[in-house]
């Protein structure tokens, strides 16, 4: 019909579909989104919680690349706030058994030291923990998560309880150095960001240094603790506490004991000294300690022992050291006479020490009686060129302190015997062989089945005879002969 307009047909709208991620108007639905990523990020927390056979390299190749492409994303979620936010700390607690189930495991029984070196000849090559590069990057997760500001303590010290302690320093056994490095700085971030379980930790780290001193005597991660502990200990408030002060008497001064000390004893003499710097009074308890543990038959140790007596001696007060004078010149004494000679050496270095002379020239009637003989005799007959040149400086500067007092010291002395490392004269040898030669005589007459034994000190005998270990050489290599 004419003046009639025709209609358009109105275009009508698609069905929408529930379980689309968009809106109407093409936006993602937030919710759905949120519900996704958290499923993924699970997944994600679930791929790396899974354990394979890391010693076999062609086992599960694809299942190991997944979960280390898993570790890998879990890191970088740590770098966007966002996804920290809404996803890692909502669910903590899965990400805390992750970790929990991937370092919480027994120690491998990793060779890191030449063992067969003294038997090769040759340097043998260090074995690897296989599953250790599957664990560098959990570490480095951790580690980047304790330090996160969005991750606050009232969140994360939920988790850190004392079993969790404990079992975190039992990690400190392992022999990977790497990962010792990444406890020690984990373990550090928490006690300096968790400030309620701080005592809590440092219990924890005395009880496992307790089972060091009277138990174990071998344990990889003490280095590592003492260096956490000088930073606790030079953040100590002064006067220092009770607890503290048993802390330094139970715990630091009997670490010296330790056979395996050497490992951890700069370490060691640094927590030392810092207490030292907070207490001065605290000298004389270490002084007693160290002359008590003083080591036996091993030169390595024993230098360090002087190294550390040497230094805290600069501490001390000259008027609070009377009752160690006996022990501690005698102790020094027979460093100088002893037979290694870098032991000698640096007990020699005391003399060269004011504060050390200080108490020679206070303590004079005391040292003097002591000192004055071995020096001048071992200035006489000591074997070693170098160090009787040495000696002989000593007993000049001895005699030009109190002449007197050095003649006196000498003349008191006079019968005494050679008990120190000095030359043998050959008629001392002969007598001592004709003594044995009568003994042997007499007890002969007395009893007609009497065998002389087969003594080491024999002139005619070698030492090496008598030397268990020259001994399994020569059987090995007889054995090897046949």
């Not at 899965?94 to 120690?107: A, D, G, H, S, T």
């Not at 701080?198 to 990889?220: D, G, P, Q, V």
């Not at 390595?300 to 609070?320: A, G, H, P, R």
């Amino acid at each position: 019909m004419k003046g009639t307009k025709q209609k358009q047909p109105v275009p009508t709208k698609a069905p929408s579909k529930t379980t689309t991620t968009t809106t109407a108007s093409g936006q993602r639905n937030p919710a759905t989104a949120n519900r996704n990523s958290k499923e993924a990020f699970v997944k994600k927390l679930q791929i790396c919680m899974k354990h394979y056979d890391y010693k076999d390299e062609t086992k599960d190749v694809r299942g190991k690349t997944e979960r280390l492409n898993a570790i890998n994303e879990l890191q970088q979620m740590l770098s966007d706030q966002k996804n920290v936010a809404t996803l890692i700390i909502p669910n903590l607690d899965e990400v805390m058994q992750m970790i929990e189930k991937n370092i919480f495991r027994p120690l491998p029984n990793v060779n890191k030291k030449n063992l067969a070196f003294s038997e090769t000849g040759m340097d043998q090559e260090e074995e690897v923990d296989p599953a250790w590069p599957h664990l560098q990057g959990i570490y480095e997760f951790f580690l980047q998560l304790v330090i996160n500001e969005a991750v606050d303590v009232k969140s994360l010290k939920v988790y850190v309880t004392p079993q969790f302690v404990q079992e975190f320093l039992e990690l400190f056994d392992s022999e990977e150095s790497v990962e010792r490095d990444y406890l020690k700085n984990i373990l550090h971030k928490l006690y300096a960001k968790l400030v309620p379980r701080r005592k809590m930790i440092r219990k924890a780290i005395n009880e496992c240094f307790y089972s060091l001193i009277h138990e174990t005597h071998k344990f990889n991660g003490a280095a590592e603790l003492l260096d956490i502990l000088a930073s606790i200990i030079s953040g100590f408030a002064v006067p220092l506490r009770d607890e503290h002060v048993i802390f330094f008497k139970n715990v630091i001064i009997p670490l010296h004991k330790v056979q395996t000390c050497s490992q951890f004893y700069e370490q060691l003499l640094r927590c030392s000294m810092l207490f030292l710097t907070k207490d001065r009074t605290l000298a004389i308890p270490l002084l007693e300690g160290l002359l008590k543990y003083w080591p036996f038959a091993n030169c390595i140790k024993e230098t360090l022992f002087l190294t550390e007596l040497q230094e805290v001696l600069e501490v001390c007060e000259v008027d609070k050291v009377e009752h160690l004078i006996p022990k501690l010149f005698k102790r020094i004494v027979r460093c100088i006479g002893g037979i290694h000679l870098q032991v000698a050496d640096r007990a020699m270095c005391f003399f060269e020490n004011d504060y050390f002379l200080n108490i020679l020239k206070t303590y004079k009637d005391k040292t003097f009686p002591m000192l004055v003989p071995v020096i001048v005799d071992l200035a006489d007959n000591h074997w070693h060129k170098i160090l009787q040149e040495s000696l002989i400086a000593l007993k000049t500067i001895l005699k030009e302190i109190d002449p007197f007092a050095f003649e006196e010291a000498l003349r008191m002395n006079a019968n005494q015997k050679k008990q120190f490392a000095v030359k043998q004269d050959e008629d001392d040898r002969k007598n001592f062989d004709k003594k044995w030669e009568r003994l042997n005589n007499k007890l002969k007459q007395q009893d007609g089945s009497y065998a002389e034994p087969e003594y080491p000190f024999k002139q005619s005998n070698l030492i090496r005879d008598f030397n268990e270990l020259y001994q399994k050489i020569y059987d090995k290599e007889k054995y090897i002969n046949l």
